[in-house]
């Protein structure tokens, strides 16, 4: 049986998809198709939505290994509480938050 932290913890992988393909689709729309299907080896100026998403993408996979090891030393190290079910919570649901913020 998976702990409420693995649970997370596989919540969080699917947010991460969805950070990417926000990113990815905010960026195609501001620079149009065929500049998303190209190798992108010049520099454009995706717009602002893109730029945030981007940078919400690039915060997201600075934070996600410290979350994933950390829900996974508890769970290994079979210490899991409600404290700790709690703050894997609030971490996925604070990342759900700020994607759009």
Known sequence: MMTPELTYLAYAVLLLIVH?????GLAVLANGIAWGMSPRDYDTDPGKPA???ARALTNYAYNMPA???LALAVTVADVNSDSTALGAAIWVWARVIYLPA
């Open 20 to 24: 990417m393909m926000a990113q990815a």
């Open 67 to 69: 979350f994933a090891a």
């Open 51 to 53: 730029s945030r998403a």
